[in-house]
């Protein structure tokens, strides 16, 4: 919790990123390369986050992309196979889904909606 979670809550935060993509955006950066790595991947685009007047959807989107395109140009093959994740990340952009509301599916598995009771 303290070394992935909370440093991603933060800097979400310190960005003013409020939607739950985002925040998951945010978070598998931090499982992934460690809370370094979102400023890593920050300067690597021209979007600007909300805090400084950018338009969040916009931001995470380059962001995504930006991340993705580090992933694939790293040395190291086992790195450059995780682009499945980024991948998994544009297709819900794609559809628009920044809520991550359920049903949703994510590499062929399909996470439930709430069932009503």
């Not at 380059?62 to 040395?75: N, T």
Request: net charge positive.
């Amino acid at each position: 919790h303290e070394s992935y979670w909370t440093p991603a809550v933060n800097q979400a935060s310190s960005m003013v990123l409020k939607l739950p993509l985002s925040m998951s955006v945010l978070y598998d950066t931090c499982i992934h390369s460690g809370p370094g790595g979102v400023a890593t991947i920050r300067k690597k685009f021209p979007e600007v986050p909300p805090v400084r007047g950018g338009d969040e959807k916009l931001y995470i989107t380059a962001y995504v992309k930006a991340r993705r395109a580090w992933l694939a140009s790293s040395s190291n093959p086992i790195v450059q196979k995780t682009v499945y994740r980024m991948d998994a990340f544009t297709k819900i952009i794609g559809e628009g889904n920044w809520s991550l509301n359920t049903p949703l599916t994510v590499r062929g598995v399909t996470i439930p909606g709430a069932k009503s009771v």
